[in-house]
Nanobody, 118 residues
Framework: QAQFVESGGGLVQTGGSLRLSCAVS????????FGWYRQAPGKEREFIAS???????KYSDSVSGRFTISRDDTKAITFLQMNNLKPEDTAVYYC????????????WGPGTQVTVSS
């Protein structure tokens, strides 16, 4: 059973940066595509970035050019570098395996809260 533990969130001012980490266990890391998602208060969870086993990256329009996804297969961790943060980036951030453009597992980690003040 896949397990995800996100960390690195916090409170930052507009224009600031954060680096999120997601430690993955219970599955073989190397073959999978991993994605980051976020959920703002009162909104549905949305996809923001993914990285395949071949380092092919995809981003939502809302974060493209500001966020960078990466992975460390030796440590089974995926990262999300977030720069030029905006108040609309405020949300709880989660990671999951991406399969056929959807999160594969129903069991999500605790997430990590990102709050961007104006």
């Amino acid at each position: 059973q896949a397990q995800f533990v996100e960390s690195g969130g916090g409170l930052v001012q507009t224009g600031g940066s954060l680096r999120l980490s997601c430690a993955v266990s219970g599955i073989f890391f190397g073959f999978n595509t991993f994605g980051w998602y976020r959920q703002a208060p009162g909104k549905e969870r949305e996809f923001i970035a993914s990285i395949s086993s071949a380092d092919l990256r995809k981003y939502s329009d809302s974060v493209s050019g500001r966020f960078t996804i990466s992975r460390d297969d030796t440590k089974a961790i995926t990262f999300l570098q977030m720069n030029n943060l905006k108040p609309e980036d405020t949300a709880v951030y989660y990671c999951n395996v991406v399969f056929q453009s959807r999160p594969r597992y129903d069991s999500w980690g605790p997430g990590t809260q990102v709050t961007v003040s104006s």
